[in-house]
């Protein structure tokens, strides 16, 4: 392509600009070779005219297409060149807020001078695992390349961070290591990588300070090695320092500060433990107050000092130690701020004993303050016959001072990096390391000293490492294409290194004038000039002598040499250094003492810690001896970068360089100038120089295949070799073939040539849009005439409808307003008639009217004259009939009133009788009757109260009559007066009567008065009543609008508690996550022990016992605390410590129940003791009394005897039968091991089964025994019952004597035992006969003995009882005479109305309790019932056991060899398992069970088998085999999840079975709750005995950390799909365009094969979870929660990867992703799971989608989108929008106007600051209640199990 092809009109150029460094402009008219100049028109529209040099013909950089612009990687762009690359940095930096950018090996970063959230754990894990092409540019994509080459390709790596001061390495670096800690965390529990973290605050604070360009700048570099072992994990860390600072101890420039540690130490100086240091502010101090501001903006130098401290403690430093460093650090200042006086001479100077600074550096050094206070103003000269003491003038005390100071911080700062390292150390192997290097950048300033001269050596080593690792990797990639190459040439600073380094070079030179006693600066500067000044890299200043020019590849640089020699020389007096080596305290002593064996020992640790290179320190060696030369500072860093490149050159490294953005630290702001300098020092333009010699653009055939399709002819596309047809496009559109070459697997153009591609396939597009275009218009014009025309036709007919109807209207109404004419007037002539009628015949009424009224007033006045007499005449009469009819009933009511007294008198007389009584209570006669039996009944068994109450009745009956007598006396003397008393009544009655008269009138006359007050009032009244009504209906408003928010303020918080609920619910499955965890932890920790401690004398677990087996985490289960100890003792030693120790728990409660027992038996028998001496006082009492119970004690001894000898019996069955257990167990051994003898066996076996049903029926005599002798004690105790307090202790006297219970136990097995083998076999003699018996005998009485003390217990507590009882009929009878008290005082009537409700409420309080005491007894009744039922059941279970053995035995005495076939029973849904076979069981039945045999069972068949086994157990109230089966069956589940811990299958099938164990032990618990849709059957398989709850939780716990395991596992499957299927497999075809560029993705970072997938294989996958789930019976609900979960992780991985890609973020992107969420939708609703919420939590996906589609332009849309996004965070929408990335040049970017319009609309949102959602995050999962309809005895177990040692029952 020709240069006037390229330099057409509309071109975009750059060209020079002194303010923004480049400009863009456009050409005006075509370019023509010959010109002399462009014609330009500026972005502002300026015209401008750019000269063009004709002999260079150097023509202005043409500008990227707009599309190529704010590319991920620089090297990408078609047009390579500094403003190419200064335009894209600017726009990602200001337009995205990107920071990040790669420049093809390099990660450049823009220091943005904010805290930005993209460092957080979730965007380290979304980093974690990808390619470094595929994610955006970031320093975790770099951290994330390092670590996987170095486990893919086992080589050491190194990442170097180098910048200006204020660019960002320390924070890039920190972040690197943060990345690494995280990622390769430590295997063990050191905790290494919270070491590695915590370094970073200690070296900050001694290591960094503030200066005019940084607040936080590292003074000094550092090379952090981060060990790793075989797995990858970090198992340590070493640190190697260059080149301190040590000036700015005691120098600082305006506004500078010193080290950080010394104002943190400041600032913590009012700590009580730091008062000793004699600190105050800053200011105070000259070594800190040098650049006048002492603080930072934004900075706390107290909390930073407290972290310092933490970070101290956790890397294992001392609180002592701690405190020396910090006195060191502070005796610093005080030396700074001692005052040094010139003497008068001048050549001396002295210091003031009393200098309290002095004082203070010698107090916390521990040195000599005399000795400090001479050799600080002296120094000593030796020559070689004699030693001089000389005095120094005031600057060389000062310059040695400050010399000193320098030289502690120095050996501080070394000391603390060595306890670093070792704190750092690990004594394991390490297996590689990647290096994180932190380095100061190229440095120039006004005046550039030794220190810079220094840095920017080391960056020329390092620049040309860096030139040689690009060109490196250029020419693998050609070599690997199979491209021929020619030599690119490029920069080569080695001249410039030689100049420095080599023989007689700049540092040569130096250390040889330091040697010189008498060197000077200016000396050494005229060498540098004699030797150097032909030199190309070396000039000298025209108008200095005593300074250097050193050309740099970045720079020309002016160094000073003033200061040179003394800072080569680093010189500290030996003197004083003498004194600190004598100081009292160890850690100042051991500072400066010499080191000799330091760097052998540092070589031989770097030699053990890699097998690639020797690694050694890089700490300056001490000084060795006074003889032996010490060596410059310049030599030891030549020395220590010498080390450092050989440890670069053996890694692969990895690039970052930081740029800093502007010198003010504004946020966000960019300054070209600044930025063009730093990328030309970096090495990032060279890395774009080196790319553009060669072949900067590469395609791979398939991506340039989609993209150029366009420009293919289609004969072309027939061909299906897609290489041929890139062939044949490229060589027919390229003419030039230099201008591209063919790889193996990518195409390579030269600078341009893409962006010339770009332009044809623009112009085929454009070409093709005219012609759409032309064709769109005409088809539109078409369609518009036609539109026209039809319109204009339309419009036609109904102007002529509308004349139409206008004239037929005109017709109309003519003819209707003739009509009306008519009408109108026929009307008013007659109205006008009828007028004139009307008006006539109106006269006439009027006339005759008058007359008629005339006549009717005179017969109206003849009326009422007549009616006036009528009414006075009967007035008359009326009054008269009134004065008769009122004597009349005076007389009438004189009579009546007698009468009514004579019928009252009667009538109260008939009231005190008893019929009226009766009368009045018809209807309660029947329930007093029946209440009144129920009264006898009580009365009957409370005899002994009988005569007391009698007794108080007499009494009582005595003081009644006494009462009525002193009544009937009052009433005589009443009576007499009586008469006298009624004449007065009656005369103060009369008296009383006509004042009533009087105050009437005076009443009424007030009322009239009052009426009228209160008719006003009422009227007031009515009006406030208003009032209030209408402040009622706004109460009632306000009251209603108040509801309405308490009740949203109450939904609120019922969501909130919703939330809190899961918050809790999650927090506690995380513990159990943590715990599993942990428990895993443990698991691999102790394997990894015994690989390690494997000895001779080790013993090894058995391989079938988990480590979980010997757990104690779940509780033992036991009806009763009660045990026998020598028992489980001996049932240790039978079965075995290995499985015995999951019972000890059981051993230890049982221990600690014996140690209570005794105790409380030596408790009562203090209390017998003191009793028997109670009792001996009333023998001769009782023995008076015992003679009349001598026969029912004949008969109580009588069974008492026979219930010892059945109790012998039942010891000797027990004995018996302890033996043939064990002769079976041996049996069996023998028989399992020589399958020998099967009758002998069975013949055991019988006699097990007989002893087993003698021994119940001797358990039943006695039983029945027990009872006999309870009631005949009970009967003789009711003869007993008028002297309470006497009972059974006289015949019994040991009876208060406490027995254990174990022994009672024991003497009735051993009294069973004894009478069963008496009975069945009879071998014993009759001493043992007798032994036994007098055993049984001993321990019977003390069980009797027990009994006994326990009923006199129930006897005192009635006795308590009936007292009690007898006090509340006391305080009754007490109520009872008070009342009858009062009521004498009533009078006789009111009497009978008291007596009358006193008697009711008495017989209604008793009717309750009766009620009470009725429902009382019928629970009971109901509760022994169903005790009875269970009882009976035993009982017939039993008598038929019993009957079979007693068949069974029949048949074996007749012949033994003959078998009866036994009646099968019907199956009751238990299993029988012997002890020995548990381990078979658990084995068979959860070890090694496959899931596909089980395929057409019954889901869950291992759970119904299971609770089977537990339900027998319980059946058989063995709480010892509950707890071994529940935890064997928990231990052999965790260890098959742990074998098979990626087995998706194998981990739903428990998690199912698990599940149903826990359904069942809720099922069948007994708990109300949980019966609710059992059946009948169900409801008899529930367990009877044992509640285990305690188990129930172990379950719930253990299913959520399968369900966890669960969804790992499901996860970790699914993940990898994730971002193939959603984001970049085309779902719909041809609708994605491929971008004109991408990242070139090296060869290292990509793994070989095709992980691609797409949404098929994700629904395939998910189609497998599913089936598998639910062929294996999982629960609905729990595959519902599964199933969200997964959608959840899918929306999570999907939407960070958006973003963290640019690549993605496009129109069509989420075109495809509308269509996957909703293919997985579809999927939801096919499988009826969308109502498990997984569709809601695809809400932030299917929003980021809409996002992507949605127009991005007006106000509108930002509106738009506002109100659409609601599930994205503010911070996820700008980011979304900031990648937005257009796919072709049509496609419009989205304005940073647009975003912040965006940005201020969502400022009210209270988003969380997390940019990335955490895909890591599991919901809280919830395992509702599910029962089975199964009854257990409908379970069949196949054969295959091989579980025929299990007996249905």
């Known amino acids: 392509m020709s240069v006037s092809e390229l330099y057409g009109q509309y071109t975009r150029v750059w060209i020079p600009d002194p303010d923004e460094v480049w400009r863009s402009a456009e050409l005006t008219k075509d370019y023509k070779e010959g010109d002399t100049s462009l014609q330009l028109r500026l972005e502002d529209e300026t015209i401008r005219e750019y000269p063009i040099d004709v002999q260079s013909n150097q023509l202005p950089f043409l500008r990227n297409p707009d599309i190529l612009v704010g590319e991920n990687d620089l090297t990408a762009l078609s047009y390579l060149h500094e403003p190419a690359v200064l335009h894209n940095l600017k726009v990602r930096f200001l337009e995205s807020n990107h920071i990040y950018t790669y420049c093809g090996i390099v990660l450049v970063a823009i220091n943005p001078y904010e805290q930005l959230p993209i460092y957080g754990q979730d965007v380290i894990y979304a980093y974690s695992g990808q390619n470094m092409g595929d994610m955006d540019p970031h320093i975790f994509a770099v951290a994330e390349e390092a670590y996987k080459q170095m486990a893919r390709d086992e080589k050491n790596q190194s990442i170097i961070v180098s910048g200006e001061s204020g660019a960002g390495k320390t924070v890039s670096a920190k972040y690197a290591m943060r990345y690494f800690a995280t990622v390769g965390g430590s295997a063990s529990d050191t905790n290494i990588e919270e070491k590695v973290l915590a370094s970073s605050p200690i070296m900050e604070a001694i290591g960094n300070a503030k200066t005019t360009r940084n607040d936080n700048s590292s003074r000094f570099g550092k090379y952090i090695q981060i060990g790793f072992d075989k797995r990858y994990h970090i198992i340590g860390a070493n640190m190697r320092t260059y080149l301190l600072e040590k000036s700015r101890v005691v120098f600082q420039a305006d506004d500078e500060r010193n080290y950080h540690i010394f104002y943190q130490l400041?600032?913590?100086?009012?700590?009580?433990?730091?008062?000793?240091?004699?600190?105050?502010?800053?200011?105070?101090?000259?070594?800190?107050?040098?650049?006048?501001?002492?603080?930072?903006?934004?900075?706390?130098?107290?909390?930073?000092?407290?972290?310092?401290?933490?970070?101290?403690?956790?890397?294992?430093?001392?609180?002592?130690?701690?405190?020396?460093?910090?006195?060191?650090?502070?005796?610093?200042?005080?030396?700074?701020?001692?005052?040094?006086?010139?003497?008068?001479?001048?050549?001396?100077?002295?210091?003031?004993?009393?200098?309290?600074?002095?004082?203070?550096?010698?107090?916390?050094?521990?040195?000599?303050?005399?000795?400090?206070?001479?050799?600080?103003?002296?120094?000593?000269?030796?020559?070689?016959?004699?030693?001089?003491?000389?005095?120094?003038?005031?600057?060389?005390?000062?310059?040695?001072?400050?010399?000193?100071?320098?030289?502690?911080?120095?050996?501080?700062?070394?000391?603390?990096?060595?306890?670093?390292?070792?704190?750092?150390?690990?004594?394991?192997?390490?297996?590689?390391?990647?290096?994180?290097?932190?380095?100061?950048?190229?440095?120039?300033?006004?005046?550039?000293?030794?220190?810079?001269?220094?840095?920017?050596?080391?960056?020329?080593?390092?620049?040309?490492?860096?030139?040689?690792?690009?060109?490196?990797?250029?020419?693998?990639?050609?070599?690997?294409?199979?491209?021929?190459?020619?030599?690119?040439?490029?920069?080569?600073?080695?001249?410039?290194?030689?100049?420095?380094?080599?023989?007689?070079?700049?540092?040569?030179l130096l250390d040889e004038e330091c040697k010189v006693p008498k060197g000077t600066d200016q000396n050494w500067a005229q060498k540098l000039y004699d030797r150097h000044s032909g030199s190309q890299h070396f000039q000298k200043p025209r108008m200095s002598n005593t300074a250097f020019i050193v050309v740099h590849f970045a720079d020309k640089v002016e160094y000073l040499s003033d200061g040179f020699l003394e800072k080569n020389r680093d010189t500290v007096y030996e003197e004083q250094i003498n004194i600190l080596k004598a100081s009292k305290f160890p850690l100042v002593a051991d500072l400066f003492h010499d080191d000799k064996d330091s760097v052998p020992a540092t070589t031989a640790s770097g030699k053990g810690s890699s097998s690639k290179i020797n690694i050694r320190s890089a700490r300056p060696p001490l000084k060795v001896s006074n003889k032996e030369h010490k060596k410059t500072v310049g030599h030891q860093f030549r020395t220590s970068l010498h080390l450092l490149m050989e440890t670069l050159n053996a890694t692969t490294p990895h690039y970052v360089r930081c740029i800093k953005p502007n010198d003010e630290k504004l946020p966000f702001h960019f300054d070209p100038k600044r930025a063009v300098q730093?990328?030309?020092?970096?090495?990032?333009?060279?890395?774009?120089?080196?790319?553009?010699?060669?072949?900067?653009?590469?395609?791979?055939?398939?991506?340039?295949?989609?993209?150029?399709?366009?420009?293919?002819?289609?004969?072309?596309?027939?061909?299906?070799?897609?290489?041929?047809?890139?062939r044949s496009v490229l060589e027919s559109l390229i003419k030039d073939p230099d201008k591209f070459q063919f790889g193996r697997t990518k195409i390579f153009f030269r600078a341009g040539q893409v962006a010339y591609l770009e332009k044809l396939r623009a112009d085929k597009f454009r070409a093709a849009t005219i012609m759409i275009q032309k064709t769109v218009r005409g088809w539109l014009q078409k369609v518009k005439y036609r539109r026209l025309k039809a319109t204009t036709l339309t419009l036609q007919r109904y102007c002529r409808g509308l004349l139409a109807r206008r004239l037929a209207e005109h017709l109309r109404r003519t003819r209707a307003a003739i009509m009306l004419q008519k009408q109108y007037r026929m009307r008013r002539a007659r109205l006008a008639y009828q007028r004139v009628h009307r008006a006539t015949i109106t006269i006439q009424a009027f006339t005759r009217g008058m007359f008629v009224r005339r006549m009717y007033q005179q017969v109206l006045m003849e009326h009422k004259a007549t009616i006036l007499q009528k009414h006075v005449r009967g007035w008359v009469a009326r009054r008269r009939f009134q004065r008769l009819r009122g004597a009349a009933i005076v007389i009438q009511c004189a009579f009546r009133m007698l009468k009514a007294k004579q019928e009252l008198k009667a009538l109260k007389i008939e009231a005190r009788s008893a019929e009226h009584l009766k009368r009045l209570n018809v209807g309660m006669e029947n329930k007093v009757v029946q209440l009144q039996r129920k009264i006898d009944d009580q009365n009957k068994e409370f005899k002994t109260l009988s005569e007391q109450l009698s007794?108080?009745?007499?009494?009582?009956?005595?003081?009644?009559?006494?009462?009525?007598?002193?009544?009937?006396?009052?009433?005589?003397?009443?009576?007499?007066?009586?008469?006298?008393?009624?004449?007065?009544?009656?005369?103060?009655?009369?008296?009383?009567?006509?004042?009533?008269?009087?105050?009437?009138?005076?009443?009424?006359?007030?009322?009239?008065?009052?009426?009228?007050?209160?008719?006003?009032?009422?009227?007031?009244?009515?009006?406030?009543?208003?009032?209030?009504?209408?402040?009622?209906?706004?109460?009632?408003?306000?009251?209603?609008?108040?509801?309405?928010?308490?009740?949203?303020?109450?939904?609120?918080?019922?969501?909130?508690?919703?939330?809190?609920?899961?918050?809790?619910?999650?927090?506690?499955?995380?513990?159990?996550?943590?715990?599993?965890?942990?428990?895993?932890?443990?698991?691999?920790?102790?394997?990894?022990?015994?690989?390690?401690?494997?000895?001779?004398?080790?013993?090894?677990?058995?391989?079938?016992?988990?480590?979980?087996?010997?757990?104690?985490?779940?509780?033992?289960?036991?009806?009763?605390?009660?045990?026998?100890?020598?028992?489980?003792?001996?049932?240790?030693?039978?079965?075995?410590?290995?499985?015995?120790?999951?019972?000890?728990?059981?051993?230890?409660?049982?221990?600690?129940?014996?140690?209570?027992?005794?105790?409380?038996?030596?408790?009562?028998?203090?209390?017998?003791?003191?009793?028997?001496?109670?009792?001996?006082?009333?023998?001769?009492?009782?023995?008076?009394?015992?003679?009349?119970?001598l026969d029912q004690d004949a008969d109580l001894a009588y069974n008492s005897l026979k219930r010892q000898e059945l109790e012998s019996e039942n010891k000797k069955l027990k004995n018996d039968l302890n033996e043939l257990r064990k002769a079976v167990a041996d049996q069996a051994t023998q028989n399992n091991s020589s399958h020998s003898s099967p009758d002998s066996y069975s013949l055991l076996l019988n006699q097990l089964k007989l002893a087993n049903e003698e021994l119940e029926v001797r358990k039943e005599e006695v039983l029945i025994l027990r009872t006999q002798i309870v009631s005949a004690d009970q009967r003789r105790l009711a003869g007993k019952s008028t002297e309470p307090n006497i009972n059974a202790r006289t015949s019994w006297p040991n009876s208060e004597k406490h027995v254990d219970q174990e022994d009672a136990i024991e003497a009735y097995h051993g009294v069973c035992q004894t009478n069963s083998k008496t009975e069945d076999w009879g071998y014993l003699n009759e001493d043992g006969e007798l032994g036994l018996a007098y055993q049984g005998l001993k321990q019977v009485a003390r069980l009797l003995e027990a009994q006994l003390q326990a009923q006199s217990r129930e006897h005192e507590e009635e006795v308590e009882g009936l007292r009690a009882q007898v006090e509340a009929l006391k305080e009754e009878l007490d109520k009872q005479q008070q009342t009858f008290c009062q009521t004498l005082l009533l009078s006789p009537e009111a009497q009978v109305e008291f007596g009358v409700q006193q008697e009711i409420s008495r017989l209604t309080n008793e009717n309750l309790d009766l009620k009470e005491l009725v429902e009382k007894l019928e629970k009971n009744e109901r509760k022994l019932k169903k005790q009875l039922k269970i009882y009976m059941k035993k009982v017939q279970d039993l008598e038929a056991a019993q009957a079979l053995a007693q068949s069974e035995r029949r048949r074996h005495e007749l012949n033994r060899q003959v078998t009866v076939q036994r009646k099968e029973k019907d199956f009751q849904g238990m299993l029988e398992y012997h002890k020995e076979d548990e381990a078979l069981l658990i084995r068979n039945l959860v070890t090694d069970l496959k899931p596909q045999a089980l395929a057409g069972t019954v889901p869950c068949l291992p759970a119904y088998i299971l609770y089977m086994c537990i339900r027998h157990a319980d059946y058989v109230n063995d709480d010892l085999k509950v707890h071994s089966l529940l935890t064997s069956t928990i231990n052999g589940i965790k260890k098959v999840l742990k074998k098979h811990n990626d087995d998706f299958e194998m981990t739903s099938f428990w998690l199912s079975n698990t599940c149903r164990l826990l359904h069942c032990l809720k099922q069948y618990s007994g708990d109300e709750g949980f019966m609710t849709q059992n059946t009948a059957k169900q409801n008899e398989h529930c367990l009877k005995n044992f509640d285990l709850t305690e188990y129930r939780q172990v379950l719930s716990d253990l299913s959520i950390q399968i369900y966890q395991q669960l969804i790992k596992i499901a996860e970790g499957v699914l993940q990898p799909m994730i971002v193939s299927a959603m984001l970049e497999n085309e779902s719909i075809q041809g609708l994605s365009g491929v971008k004109p560029t991408g990242y070139r993705k090296r060869s290292s970072s990509m793994v070989d094969g095709d992980n691609s997938y797409c949404l098929e294989a994700v629904i395939r996958q998910m189609n497998s979870f599913h089936t598998v789930m639910c062929d294996q019976g999982l629960d609905p609900e729990i595959i519902l929660q599964v199933f969200k979960q997964l959608f959840y992780m899918i929306n999570a991985v999907t939407l960070n990867n958006l973003l963290l890609r640019k690549d993605v973020c496009s129109w069509s992107t989420g075109m495809q992703l509308r269509y996957n969420i909703s293919q997985l939708e579809e999927w939801l609703r096919g499988r009826n799971l969308h109502q498990s919420g997984a569709v809601q939590t695809m809400e932030p996906l299917i929003q980021a989608a809409q996002l992507l589609q949605l127009k991005k332009k007006t106000p509108e849309d930002a509106e738009a989108i506002c109100s659409l996004c609601t599930s994205l965070s503010t911070q996820q929408i700008v980011k979304i929008l900031n990648l937005y990335t257009p796919l072709n040049e049509f496609e419009e970017r989205v304005t940073v106007a647009f975003i912040r319009t965006i940005q201020a609309q969502l400022q009210e949102r209270n988003d969380p600051q997390q940019l990335l959602l955490d895909f890591k995050h599991m919901f809280p999962v919830l395992f509702p209640f599910n029962p089975s309809s199964l009854t257990m005895d409908s379970i069949h177990i196949p054969a295959y199990l091989n579980l025929e040692f299990l007996n249905e029952v």
């Open 678 to 726: 730093q990328l030309r020092a970096c090495g990032v333009l060279e890395t774009i120089r080196i790319s553009a010699a060669g072949y900067p653009s590469r395609w791979a055939y398939h991506d340039f295949f989609n993209r150029y399709r366009v420009l293919v002819k289609k004969r072309e596309l027939a061909n299906t070799d897609k290489k041929a047809i890139c």
């Open 266 to 508: 400041c600032a913590a100086a009012s700590l009580p433990e730091f008062k000793e240091l004699a600190l105050t502010c800053a200011e105070d101090f000259f070594y800190t107050s040098q650049g006048r501001d002492t603080c930072i903006e934004g900075v706390d130098d107290a909390e930073d000092f407290e972290k310092t401290r933490q970070a101290f403690t956790l890397l294992g430093v001392r609180e002592s130690h701690q405190i020396s460093i910090f006195k060191i650090i502070a005796s610093i200042l005080h030396l700074g701020n001692v005052e040094i006086q010139a003497e008068r001479d001048g050549d001396s100077c002295s210091i003031s004993p009393q200098d309290e600074h002095l004082n203070s550096f010698c107090r916390l050094l521990g040195v000599e303050h005399s000795q400090m206070e001479h050799w600080l103003c002296h120094r000593k000269l030796v020559t070689t016959s004699e030693t001089y003491v000389k005095t120094m003038s005031l600057q060389q005390v000062v310059n040695a001072r400050n010399a000193l100071a320098k030289h502690i911080y120095a050996q501080l700062f070394g000391w603390i990096v060595e306890h670093i390292n070792k704190a750092l150390h690990t004594p394991l192997k390490q297996h590689s390391f990647i290096g994180v290097l932190d380095i100061y950048g190229f440095e120039t300033f006004e005046v550039n000293s030794f220190e810079q001269f220094c840095i920017n050596y080391a960056n020329e080593k390092l620049q040309q490492q860096f030139n040689s690792h690009v060109f490196k990797l250029e020419q693998e990639e050609y070599m690997k294409e199979q491209i021929p190459w020619t030599l690119i040439d490029f920069y080569d600073n080695q001249p410039c290194i030689d100049l420095i380094e080599a023989k007689l070079g700049i540092l040569d």
């Open 951 to 1189: 007794a108080v009745t007499s009494t009582h009956t005595m003081e009644v009559e006494k009462l009525k007598k002193e009544l009937a006396r009052y009433q005589q003397s009443q009576g007499e007066d009586g008469s006298l008393r009624l004449q007065e009544e009656v005369e103060s009655l009369r008296a009383e009567l006509q004042r009533a008269h009087s105050e009437r009138k005076i009443l009424e006359d007030a009322h009239t008065k009052e009426k009228d007050e209160l008719r006003k009032r009422v009227a007031d009244l009515e009006e406030e009543n208003a009032l209030l009504k209408d402040e009622k209906e706004q109460l009632n408003n306000q009251i209603l609008c108040q509801v309405k928010d308490e009740s949203a303020q109450n939904s609120a918080k019922e969501n909130l508690m919703k939330r809190e609920l899961e918050e809790e619910r999650s927090r506690y499955q995380n513990l159990v996550k943590e715990y599993s965890r942990l428990e895993q932890r443990y698991d691999n920790l102790r394997d990894e022990m015994t690989i390690i401690k494997q000895t001779p004398g080790h013993r090894r677990n058995p391989s079938n016992q988990s480590s979980l087996e010997s757990d104690s985490n779940y509780p033992s289960i036991s009806t009763s605390e009660v045990g026998d100890t020598e028992d489980a003792l001996q049932q240790v030693e039978d079965i075995g410590l290995e499985k015995a120790a999951m019972d000890m728990t059981v051993f230890l409660k049982l221990q600690k129940r014996v140690r209570e027992l005794e105790q409380e038996r030596k408790k009562l028998q203090v209390q017998l003791e003191k009793r028997e001496q109670q009792d001996s006082r009333k023998v001769q009492v009782e023995q008076a009394k015992n003679d009349l119970d």
